[in-house]
Each structure stands twice: as C-alpha cells, then as structure tokens.
C-alpha cells in the first residue's frame, strides 16, 4: 500500500523497546515536534512556524506496531538516540483495515517510566 512506502522513504528509523528488556525490529515513522500557532499554549518557545514546548511530538506510523496495545513502560527510540512515551494513540482504519497509528508522545529521560 502506497502509506507503507511513504513512511519506509520519508520516515526515520526509530524501534520500541519494553522494560522487559523486549526490542523490536527497526522500523520506519514520523516523529515531528507538535507546534501550537494560537497564544494559549504560552509556556512554550516562540519559531518562525509556531509555539514548541512541553516535548511533546506527533508520531505516525505503520499499523503493524500497534502503540494502542503497549503500557506506559513501553518506549520509541530514534536513531538520534532520544527515548519518548507515549500519551496516547489511536489507530486510522480505512473500513475494517487499519492504515497506520496516530500518537502523542512525549520526550523523556533515562529514569522516566
């Protein structure tokens, strides 16, 4: 399907990983930082395109590695080495068929859980 190559060309590589010790196979997905254009977000850092701040980031990707399914001890890894829970997910259905995930995720420390 046509969103799979998009994300394998366009995406980074990021893979989960569990407390556990689990590790999936590197995969491709968007991470991009969630940027607020109204001024009720005000803690946040002023940019050119909106406000960023909180750490907070869009994450699509391929249905396959369902985030709905995993608890909050799970994390996505990138290839930049940054580690991000997830705050919530949701999966996009065309019909009966889930197209891809949809999360909010936030950036966090070693110690986090």
Known sequence: MII????????????????????????NAFLQPLRYKTKLY????????????????LY??????????????????????CRYSVDRAEKIYSGERALYVWAVVRKTTEGDI
Request: charged share 25%; glycine share 12%.
């Open 42 to 57: 005000l803690d946040g850092t002023p940019t050119p395109i909106g406000i960023n701040g909180n750490d907070l980031y």
């Open 4 to 27: 799979e190559k998009v994300f394998n060309r366009y995406g980074r590589s990021v893979f989960l990983t569990g407390a556990d010790g689990w590790q999936s196979p590197v995969y």
């Open 60 to 81: 699509l990707g391929p249905a396959e590695h369902d985030l709905t399914r995993l608890d909050r001890t799970y994390r996505i890894n990138d290839s930049d080495g």
